[in-house]
Structure formats: structure tokens, C-alpha cells
């Protein structure tokens, strides 16, 4: 008897596993559809922690990976290190990467890139409009987009050094 809670458990949560996948694979779910592999990247316009302006626009040409994270996710901090180091590592290739800071305040955002020196910009989402535009789903969520501005491959979660590799690759010019 104790078996049956344990497997109408495990059904549950591969069901809900699966409409998970399919929502983002196909882009439904409430609000619309989402940004895909081969649409044009939304807009991200703002103000960055440092107070200057952002336009995505402004970097057009270039191979862009939008990077959606907060300072309170732990698999945010441990990718930044990854992040500064690919900057370096493709600085030649004319890589860009954003910031979009999603779901946390302002204030300890600005103090762990001081801390971390993250050198690239991050833009503040107060009312979640790139965030709803992109329709994350998770943190880190990481979007590489090519020079045309067409999105080219998505990571949900952690990055790794592979990952963001394969990825960079499909985006390089």
C-alpha cells in the first residue's frame, strides 16, 4: 500500500514535467508566445545598474548572449565566473553579453558585480517586460543571438563551459 502515494506521486510530476516541455518547446502558455530558437530577439531597452542606458539595437551585428540572472540564484553566481572569462575569450569574435536582472532588487545586484567585476551591462526589468517579452522561465536563462538578431539557442539553467560553447558556436560570425 505504501507504494501507490509514491507512484501517483512520481505520475504527477512527469506529467507535469512534460507540459512543462512541451509549453516552452512550443511556445504556448499564458501571455502569449514566447521567444523561440530561429525568432528575432525582443527588444531589451532600460537603464543599467550603472544608470546609463541600454538599447539591444546598439549592438546589432554582433553575436549577443542575453543573460537573464539575479544575485539571489546561487546557479546565477556560479556561472558569472564563466561569463567574465568568455567575455576575454571572445573578445576578437566581437562578443557581447547582456544582463537582465530578473526577479531581485536593484541594490545587491550592483554589489555583486562590483564585487565580481562583471564588465558588461546589466538592465533592470522593474515590470518584467523583457522578461515577459523573452518568457523566462527559470534562472539562469541565457539566450545567444546572432548578428542578424535571430535567436539561435537557449540554455535554461546553468551554463557550463560546453554549453556555452556549442552555443557561441551557432552565433559566431
Known amino acids: 500500500m505504501p507504494r501507490r502515494p509514491i507512484l501517483l506521486a512520481l505520475?504527477?510530476?512527469?506529467?507535469?514535467?512534460?507540459?512543462?516541455?512541451?509549453?516552452?518547446?512550443?511556445?504556448?502558455?499564458?501571455?502569449?508566445?514566447?521567444?523561440v530558437v530561429g525568432d528575432k530577439a525582443p527588444p531589451v531597452v532600460g537603464t543599467t545598474l550603472d544608470g546609463s542606458t541600454f538599447d539591444l539595437a546598439t549592438v546589432?551585428?554582433?553575436p549577443v548572449v542575453i543573460n537573464f540572472w539575479g544575485p539571489s540564484c546561487v546557479p546565477c553566481r556560479d556561472e558569472f565566473p564563466l561569463l567574465e572569462a568568455k567575455v576575454a575569450q571572445h573578445a576578437a569574435d566581437g562578443l557581447t553579453v547582456v544582463g537582465v536582472l530578473t526577479d531581485d532588487p536593484v541594490d545587491p545586484a550592483r554589489e555583486f558585480v562590483a564585487?565580481?567585476?562583471g564588465t558588461w551591462p546589466t538592465v533592470i526589468d522593474p515590470d518584467k517586460t523583457i522578461?515577459?517579452?523573452?518568457?523566462?522561465?527559470?534562472?539562469?536563462?541565457?539566450?545567444?543571438?546572432?548578428?542578424?538578431?535571430?535567436?539561435?539557442?537557449?540554455?535554461?539553467?546553468?551554463?557550463?563551459?560546453?554549453?556555452?560553447?556549442?552555443s557561441f558556436a551557432k552565433i559566431k560570425s
Request: glycine letters at 16%; charged letters at 20%; proline letters at 3%.
Open 11 to 35: 505520475l504527477v510530476a512527469g506529467v507535469a514535467t512534460l507540459g512543462f516541455i512541451w509549453v516552452v518547446k512550443s511556445g504556448q502558455g499564458t501571455g502569449g508566445p514566447h521567444a
Open 115 to 117: 564585487a565580481y567585476g
Open 131 to 166: 522578461k515577459t517579452a523573452y518568457r523566462v522561465a527559470a534562472r539562469p536563462q541565457t539566450y545567444f543571438v546572432d548578428g542578424s538578431g535571430v535567436i539561435r539557442a537557449i540554455q535554461v539553467g546553468e551554463l557550463t563551459d560546453a554549453d556555452f560553447e556549442r
Open 60 to 62: 546589432a551585428g554582433k
